[in-house]
Antibody, heavy 119, light 108 residues
Framework: DVQLVESGGTLVQPGGSLRLSCAAS????????MSWVRQAPGKGLEWVAN????????YYVDSVKGRFTISRDNAKNSLYLQMNSLGAEDTAVYYC????????????WGQGTLVTVSS | EVVLTHSPATLSLSPGERATLSCRAS???????LAWYQQNPGQAPRLLIY???SRATGIPDRFSGSGSGTDFTLTISRLEPEDFAVYYC?????????FGQGTRLEIK
């Protein structure tokens, strides 16, 4: 079975940094684009970033460009999101999701990890 | 940016009834790359429909998607108790990939 397990979410101060991880299993991780999607408390879903199978292409929503970096380690079947210069607007549950194609929907999601930015 | 608007925001129906949820895009969705997800409280979203009308693996056939261009519909033919949740449409044809604000389907 496909499994995606996020970790790394915690309380962080404004201006701080955090690295999220997503451990993938049950499929050939290196064969898929991957994505991060977030959901602020009580709000809707927001796409954050995508990364190509080999990590050579990445895409970001404008609100995180220059602050967040998506990366992956195919040898470890892991996806990452490095988040810098965090603000209150980044408070959300962060989901990693599998993307079947370069322009594609999300067919499997992790359970999410909560990032809270507050002093 | 393609803005997706759900209607209604909340839909109150009874089990066994038919549900019709609408998603309208601010511009034509490229290649009808439109998906629908179901989300229950405290859980991750679940893919229901992709490509506007293709059911995802394991999704019951009471769920169907239709539409093209700027107007899309998710229909649940006969509501089961587990169908009461929040539903989101999502366009993945044009970056930034966007979601609607959701329709909450509640028990009447």
């Amino acid at each position: 079975d496909v499994q995606l397990v996020e970790s790394g979410g915690t309380l962080v101060q404004p201006g701080g940094s955090l690295r999220l991880s997503c451990a993938a299993s049950g499929f050939t991780f290196s064969g898929y684009w991957m994505s991060w999607v977030r959901q602020a408390p009580g709000k809707g879903l927001e796409w954050v970033a995508n990364i190509k199978q080999d990590g050579s292409d990445t895409y970001y929503v404008d609100s995180v460009k220059g602050r967040f970096t998506i990366s992956r380690d195919n040898a470890k079947n892991s996806l990452y999101l490095q988040m810098n210069s965090l603000g209150a607007e980044d408070t959300a549950v962060y989901y990693c999701a599998r993307v079947p194609g370069s322009l594609s929907y999300y067919d499997y999601w992790g359970q999410g990890t909560l990032v809270t930015v507050s002093s | 940016e393609v803005v997706l608007t759900h209607s209604p925001a909340t839909l109150s129906l009874s089990p066994g009834e038919r549900a019709t949820l609408s998603c309208r895009a601010s511009q034509s969705v490229r290649n009808n790359y439109l998906a629908w997800y179901q989300q229950n409280p405290g859980q991750a979203p679940r893919l229901l429909i992709y490509g506007a009308s293709s059911r995802a693996t394991g999704i019951p056939d009471r769920f169907s998607g239709s539409g093209s261009g700027t107007d899309f519909t998710l229909t649940i033919s006969r509501l089961e108790p587990e169908d009461f949740a929040v539903y989101y449409c999502h366009q993945y044809g044009t970056s930034p990939f966007t979601f609607g604000q959701g329709t909450r389907l509640e028990i009447k």
